[in-house]
């Protein structure tokens, strides 16, 4: 029987699985993942492997889940429209939806249908019976609710199409960084991974950045050269020559370190390959900006995570199994709503 203790005990053994595969079948993975998408390489795969593994570790999953009910008032069959710009950010959905005890019918995005196929074969290897709750398809008629990530854009037809079911919508969003002034070097290189992670692809990576006024930039560009090698990536060299050109012609002020862009602009969001910043003179000030971009907001990332709220440099891009996409808890939707 499928009840909640097999649920759990499937889960903490696929992270076990996950937290052991060998140099050899990540190389395979990602050769295979990035064949589909030409942005999902080794390390990126890597990472996000590791973060789920880290993420399904028993202890932390067990009292996570306890939060909620074991099992579901009605069994649904929760529609799930997944998101395809980093490895796997289709997967806590998948995790949400079948341990409280619905069936996922799974609209992975072309970009990473590699490695959702993959995890989810991984998963009914583990526990067969997942076998009848786990369904990849085209369309998602047969759907009591739906959970659904996307642009602007495409939220907006999301609401309309799924108006009359339950449902939960993402939208937009980035992360930005609150620097001080007075970091560290090894502070400063600590934010690298929250930039270049991903090539900048993810909703948690920085794309602005918040500093006092007069800010020295060469210290903070000087740090971030362990992250060079982003430039060997075609796709990212491409980025970061247009943008170049577009400041250029444009004369935009802005700072290069020969691979990152640094230019000021009022909005949260940057192109791959640029990183945008504004300027605070108090707290109050700084407070004031966060307020005004709250609602596009992923989350903060401060020098050991002393701002109130943020995360330490480094670990925007593993968050807890907790920590939800749009700050919205799945798990109490799928309670709650399904």
Not at 58 to 64: A, F, I, N, R, Y
Not at 124 to 145: G, K, M, S
Not at 229 to 255: E, G, R
């Amino acid at each position: 029987m499928l009840n909640h203790a097999s649920r759990l005990a499937a889960f903490a053994a696929l992270g076990q699985r996950l937290a052991a595969l060998t140099d050899d079948e990540l190389t395979d993975l990602a050769a295979r993942a990035r064949n589909r998408n030409g942005w999902f390489d080794l390390p990126n795969v890597r990472t996000a492997i590791a973060g789920i593994a880290h993420q399904l570790e028993e202890p932390k999953l067990s009292q996570w889940a306890g939060r909620y009910p074991a099992e579901p008032a009605q069994p649904r069959q929760v529609g799930v429209v997944m998101a395809g710009n980093i490895p796997l950010v289709g997967f806590h959905d998948m995790l949400c939806v079948l341990l409280s005890g619905h069936t996922l019918l799974a609209k992975p995005s072309k970009d990473d249908t590699v490695l959702m196929l993959w995890i989810a074969k991984e998963l009914t290897n583990i526990e067969p019976a997942f076998t009848e709750r786990i369904h990849f398809v085209e369309r998602l008629n047969a759907a009591d609710a739906f959970i659904a990530t996307g642009s602007d854009n495409t939220a907006r037809y999301f609401e309309y199409y799924f108006k009359t079911k339950p449902h939960l919508i993402r939208r937009n969003r980035t992360s930005l960084g609150i620097l001080t002034g007075r970091e560290t070097a090894d502070e400063l290189t600590a934010l690298g991974p929250d930039i270049f992670q991903y090539y900048g692809l993810g909703c948690r990576n920085v794309s602005k950045l918040y500093v006092p006024e007069g800010y020295d930039f060469v210290s903070l560009l000087d740090a971030l050269q362990p992250w060079h090698s982003v430039l060997n990536h075609h796709k990212y060299q491409n980025n970061y020559d247009y943008n170049k050109s577009i400041l250029l012609v444009n004369a935009v002020p802005h700072f290069d370190n020969g691979f990152l862009l640094l230019t000021a602009r009022e909005a949260p969001v940057s192109p791959i390959s640029v990183v945008h910043y504004g300027t605070y003179t108090q707290e109050i000030d700084l407070l004031d900006q966060l307020t005004n971009v709250a609602a596009q907001t992923q989350c903060l990332v401060s020098a050991g995570g002393r701002y109130a709220g943020s995360f330490p440099f480094g670990q925007a891009q593993y968050p807890g199994v907790a920590d939800y996409a749009d700050g919205i808890d799945t798990m109490e939707f799928l309670a709650a709503e399904v």
